[in-house]
């Protein structure tokens, strides 16, 4: 982040007409954004843009959610014709929706507002050996860094990470672990709804994952410094075998999605806990990416909480919800606005002749 | 609420693709209002209209707050010049301003965006006395349901509640204890920014007030039944007489604001501390009014829980803004627009051909 967009930020938000600090949250969102941005005040981040990385899970045989895999492409079908809760949060913020397939088991017809980038009909099943291998992981990043890239080029000014992926809480849960310490049995959760005895059965596999694919917590948190740590080649490398070992291909693009909003300087809107978990491996393999990102909530899955934690992120909205897509990100779109908006128009107290408080 | 609309409500949401329950608190939103509205799905709360009600207070003499009482009206001047964060925040959200002067201690110039109801200079220091007449009160009353008529009558589907009123949080604080039992000390805040001492005797002036005014916790209590008790002449009049002891003209006119948007049928969404306060004398005047709010924020105000821990509801967004003017009511615009727009425009599991989780 740039040092002196931030202080100029910070000595603006004080000279506006309100009392200092009431804004809250939102005044920090304003003066991250102007940070990295490099600009004070930050361009508001309109138009926005969702896309929604669909992928399939190997993990998904081990039984780790009651939802069948078809139910991916059944919901890519719904995103395309518009039907989901995605396009009804996208048309609430004015936000364009792209599906990515980067993995999904299936062939999918062409349609308006499809990517196809798929990489591979799903991942292997991260309990048994690595999910994807690292040529797989890079090229999914890849198609991450060429989706936001292409957003921005068509106007995007603000990029909404979304996801679908039947069973993608197991891999986020095993990320989750894998990069920040955090224990299976608190950082996995019950997902979109799964019983007790599948829950603990989640948990197993995550465990699994950790210990087949070789990745003792303490190499894990190795790779992901909390903030501010340049990266190396050997910290990316590391990053890329967790990513590959126990993330899905939706994971791996959606953390070159981060990479490339970031590298293209627009504030990237992270959804729920698969967007949480993907940017850990973006944190990873460079950590300063993170500065362009806003934790648009908090999912109702507990490894989230760890993964925004590592992250150093506040999310912003914070009503239970579960559902993924980038359902939560949308939400939090209209709050981010707000938030640049009052650094673009309210007054200063000297501008509109309004009495400061006296100190 | 209309039982038939909210079970249909309900019954809805369990269709829609989406696991169940996953939109958190956003699918209470929605049904509510379906309840309210008596229709499923209920109308889209847009386009919204922002009604600031400005007053000033007595109390303000007694020194517990570190503003001069004039930043009222410089503060009424610069809503009615675009200049506030209400103004950017309702530029965000679509919203139109109105800037109702209710008790500014000042003549105000004619200006496009001012309403004229002022009902007295401010309010008599409650400290010493009743802050209203029972006639002032009921005054300022008419004019907030007058206010909320109009703006529907002009096509609003959403009323959002704004204040300013310099001293306004220890009018807020004296309703919350009076209405809800809680005490000074733990439901008087800092407001926009008091220090120790000054906090110390605003907690003062609020039991003082109570005193004074001849305000024992449980005849209060007995004012504002929490939830469904159908109201009475008696409990009318008790109500009354509170509001109008410790109340604000601003917390009389939004209270007669959330009856009027009640009567019309439509969403009101409250704003922070002092819209809670005011609420919780709608709530004992007409609990029933109470179906048609939803709480925008909470706010850092400690004695804003409280109310909304009375009026059973819940805030939708919670960044620890301590601003009013309307602002946490105007962020959560958009997050009930979509909860709304989620009964109007996501597929069914039917209409989608997605394979619903087997239960």
Not at 301 to 322: F, I, K, N, Q
Request: net charge negative; aromatic share 2%; hydrophobic share 50%.
């Amino acid at each position: 982040a740039d040092p002196r967009a931030l202080a100029e930020a910070r000595a603006h938000q004080d000279r506006l007409t309100k009392p200092r600090g009431s804004l809250g949250a939102l005044e920090d969102v304003a003066v991250r954004l102007a940070g990295a941005a490099a600009a004070c005040p930050p361009p508001m981040p309109e138009p926005a843009a969702l896309a929604i990385f669909a992928a399939d899970h190997g993990v998904h045989a081990r039984g780790v959610t009651p939802w069948p895999q078809e139910v991916t492409v059944q919901m890519v079908a719904n995103f395309l014709a518009g039907g989901a809760v995605a396009n009804a949060f996208a048309a609430q913020a004015g936000a364009s929706v792209t599906v990515v397939d980067v993995g999904v088991a299936a062939d999918l017809p062409d349609a308006p507002g499809l990517r196809r980038h798929k990489v591979a009909y799903g991942t292997a099943d991260l309990s048994r050996g690595p999910a994807m291998t690292r040529e797989q992981a890079v090229a999914a990043l890849e198609a991450g860094i060429a989706v936001a890239r292409d957003l921005v080029a068509a106007g995007a000014r603000c990029l909404i990470t979304g996801d679908m992926g039947i069973a993608n809480t197991t891999a986020s849960a095993a990320l989750i672990c894998a990069f920040t310490g955090a224990d299976p049995a608190t950082a996995t959760g019950r997902g979109t709804g799964v019983d007790d005895e599948t829950h603990a059965r989640k948990v197993e596999v995550v465990r699994e994952a950790l210990r087949v694919n070789d990745l003792p917590a303490d190499v894990a948190r190795d790779a992901a410094p909390a903030g501010g740590v340049a990266w190396s080649g050997v910290r990316q490398e590391a990053a890329l075998r967790v990513l590959a070992a126990v993330g899905g291909l939706e994971h791996a693009a959606i953390a070159g999605f981060v990479l490339g909003g970031a590298a293209a300087r627009v504030p990237v809107i992270l959804d729920g806990v698969i967007a949480g978990a993907a940017a850990l491996a973006a944190a990873a393999l460079h950590p300063a990416a993170i500065d362009h990102c806003v934790a648009g909530h908090r999912s109702a899955e507990p490894g989230h909480a760890a993964a925004l934690a590592h992250l150093g992120l506040r999310p912003l909205v914070d009503l239970e919800l579960r559902l993924g897509e980038g359902t939560g990100g949308l939400l939090a779109h209209p709050l981010v606005c707000a938030a640049v908006r009052v650094m673009h128009e309210v007054a200063t107290f000297d501008s509109a002749g309004v009495t400061e408080k006296p100190v």
